[in-house]
T-cell receptor, first 116, second 113 residues
Framework: DGGITQSPKYLFRKEGQNVTLSCEQN?????MYWYRQDPGQGLRLIYY???????QKGDIAEGYSVSREKKESFPLTVTSAQKNPTAFYLC???????????????FGEGSRLTVL | AQSVSQHNHHVILSEAASLELGCNYS??????LFWYVQYPGQHLQLLLK??????LVKGIKGFEAEFIKSKFSFNLRKPSVQWSDTAEYFC???????????FGAGTRLTVKP
């Protein structure tokens, strides 16, 4: 079935360690996104990518890094520089352009990261 | 970049009451507008969307939203809520120029049976 797969679902990490969250899609979407969801703050955009080998910072990119070497994959690394990394992370994808279906996001199940 | 404001953080209603959730955005260019819903323990899913044409759009489960361009608003409505509508609702805006999708802080709706 077509969709977005995020892994791992739950992750624990010690302070000072980097961790990489995986996001893979088989929807043939050009655009991919990473959001962070915190209670009362909605979804805040970390990074997004409209095309392979290109990505842009969102509102809260500090302490995070991404890569987009393949269309299907958009991994997010939470670095030790991120001051408050404990959160729920959501990956999404969408078509690009200006057609009727563009902009609709399809979400993964999310990854919950806890820093001990 | 555009930003989105949702005025209500938590709304509590009784079944059969009418619902209106406010959403305003700030962006001068052309945008597409969305409402997403997240039921407890589930993925975010699309409730409805506006791209162009009739500013009153209808979505799933009896929800509708009206785009008022002059007010930069896209409020969500439902004439009669059900207990199963208990969820968190997010308004979102994407600009035509950069595919940069931004969400509001969300409104938690609790419907009492």
């Amino acid at each position: 079935d077509g969709g977005i797969t995020q892994s791992p679902k739950y992750l624990f990490r010690k302070e000072g360690q980097n961790v990489t969250l995986s996001c893979e899609q088989n929807l043939n979407h050009d655009a991919m996104y990473w959001y962070r969801q915190d209670p009362g703050q909605g979804l805040r955009l970390i990074y997004y990518s409209q095309i392979v080998n290109d990505f842009q910072k969102g509102d809260i990119a500090e302490g995070y890094s991404v890569s987009r070497e393949k269309k299907e994959s958009f991994p997010l690394t939470v670095t030790s520089a991120q001051k408050n990394p404990t959160a729920f992370y959501l990956c999404a994808s969408s078509r690009t352009g200006q057609g009727a279906d563009t902009g609709e996001l399809f979400f993964g199940e999310g990854s919950r990261l806890t820093v001990l | 970049a555009q930003s989105v404001s949702q005025h209500n953080h938590h709304v509590i209603l009784s079944e059969a009451a009418s619902l209106e959730l406010g959403c305003n955005y700030s962006y001068g260019g052309t945008v597409n507008l969305f409402w997403y819903v997240q039921y407890p323990g589930q993925h975010l899913q699309l409730l409805l969307k506006y791209f162009s044409g009739d500013p009153l759009v209808k979505g799933i489960k009896g929800f509708e939203a009206e785009f008022i361009k002059s007010k930069f608003s896209f409020n969500l409505r439902k004439p009669s809520v059900q207990w199963s509508d208990t969820a968190e609702y997010f308004c979102a805006v994407i600009s035509y120029n950069n595919n940069d999708m931004r969400f509001g802080a969300g409104t938690r709706l609790t419907v009492k049976p």
